[in-house]
């Protein structure tokens, strides 16, 4: 009950008093007027709850950061009596669109549908309920307020934003998901290069019996030298990382940045991991882009809440990492701690692409950052950076080429 609720039980109670120590006509009709006006108001505020429904609808389902779509809802009002003070609060969540759908409705008019719409632009990424609305409702004298609670299982996806890079450069592999290489370890026996003459101290499962029959000699089969390419993904999830990214643009650009080239090494038909560490750690894999949606909802759920710095989980990673995988990491400052493990890494015969995604230009004091930069490419570890106003595509894509590295 409200504030008028409360004197209005006050005057009521006085009335009744006035009535009984009175006595006569008009004290009476007063208490009865009273009594009259409470009991409307209580059962009006009881039916306009029982009638009222609310209707959302969306244009879009899924859509991705930096798009735009239209949300809106109906109250319709299936009551004989009108709602004759409403108010609306339907606040969507901060980290979708920074917008807030509320106001006040005066009346609503018996069987009158109410059309509201709103225009958001999505700016983070995530699985957001856009079903709720909470309308609370005053009789005409305001003095009962009801609130009712709509709950529409309507939930809309928004996506990071993904960019087609072209090209690439990804060392040990190549655009065909494998790479030539010059270890007789690496040979790939379902694919024969050549035939030649049998030799000492060659294979016998290696002689061509068919070329031998027809030739009356010996040969044997060279099969072609071949290594499939392996490339997984670890994302600097320390929460310690994020600590000045107060409007969440930093996150948004390093999961761009990890979608648009997880994707295109899955396009290349790459084997491909990403190494969830920011929570629980399990790894999603594939090796065409029909796996994409998998990284993709992984990449959806990114909140950077880790533990461990982004050296650490490297640490801890890098014995589990077979020989000849490319490691991509994206991070977010390049300490001396995180330079010193990726050398380490090296250390290993295991590539490092090491992407870095910065939130402004360095401090010019902030030597380090460039001897780091500096010694990561002398030990042929690729570097690069991106901003927040970066166009990726720029940054990343390179000119056609296959490059082949030995360790």
């Not at 009535?19 to 006006?37: C, D, E, R, S, V």
């Not at 239209?70 to 609306?88: C, D, H, Q, R, W």
Request: net charge positive; with cysteine.
């Amino acid at each position: 009950m409200l504030r008028n609720g409360k004197i209005f039980i006050g005057l009521l109670l006085i009335s009744f008093v006035f009535a009984l120590l009175a006595g006569g006509i008009l004290p009476y009709l007063i208490l009865k007027i009273l009594l009259l006006i409470l009991f409307f108001s209580y059962m009006s505020i009881r039916i306009n709850k029982k009638n009222l429904a609310c209707f959302f609808y969306i244009d879009k389902k899924e859509v991705m950061v930096g798009d735009s779509l239209t949300l809106g809802y109906k109250l319709n009002n299936t009551s004989i009596l009108p709602v004759a003070y409403g108010e609306i609060d339907c606040k969507i969540a901060s980290r979708l669109g920074n917008t807030t759908i509320s106001g006040e409705i005066k009346m609503i008019n018996p069987l009158e549908l109410v059309n509201i719409q709103r225009q958001i632009q999505c700016i983070h990424r995530g699985v957001y309920p856009v079903g709720r609305l909470r309308l609370k409702i005053r009789d005409i004298f305001h003095l009962f307020e009801e609130t009712i609670d709509f709950n529409n299982q309507l939930e809309l996806k928004v996506y990071p934003r993904i960019f087609q890079i072209k090209r690439m450069t990804i060392p040990a592999a190549e655009f065909f998901g494998n790479v030539s290489v010059s270890q007789n370890t690496y040979e790939d026996f379902s694919s024969i290069e050549s035939i030649r003459k049998y030799a000492p101290g060659d294979p016998v499962k290696k002689i061509h019996w068919k070329a031998s029959a027809k030739s009356g000699d010996l040969y044997v089969k060279n099969y072609e030298l071949s290594a499939n390419a392996s490339i997984l993904f670890i994302i600097d999830g320390y929460h310690g990382s994020y600590r000045n990214d107060v409007d969440g643009r930093l996150e948004e650009k390093v999961i761009e940045v990890a979608g648009s080239v997880i994707r295109h090494c899955l396009s290349k038909n790459l084997n491909t991991s990403l190494a969830c560490t920011w929570r629980e750690r399990n790894t999603i894999g594939g090796k065409d882009v029909s796996k994409f949606q998998l990284f993709l909802t992984a990449l959806m759920d990114f909140i950077p809440e880790g533990n461990l710095p982004i050296e650490k989980v490297l640490e801890r990673e890098k014995n589990m990492v077979p020989w000849g995988t490319t490691l991509i990491v994206l991070a977010v400052y390049l300490t001396k701690e995180l330079c010193d493990e990726i050398l380490n890494l090296r250390r290993k015969r295991i590539h490092v692409i090491l992407i870095l995604i910065k939130l402004k230009q360095e401090d010019a004091m902030d030597m380090y950052v460039y001897h780091g930069e500096s010694l990561l490419r002398e030990k042929k570890v690729i570097v690069h950076k991106v901003y927040l106003d970066s166009d990726i595509r720029e940054i990343l894509e390179d000119e056609p080429c296959i490059q082949s590295r030995k360790a």
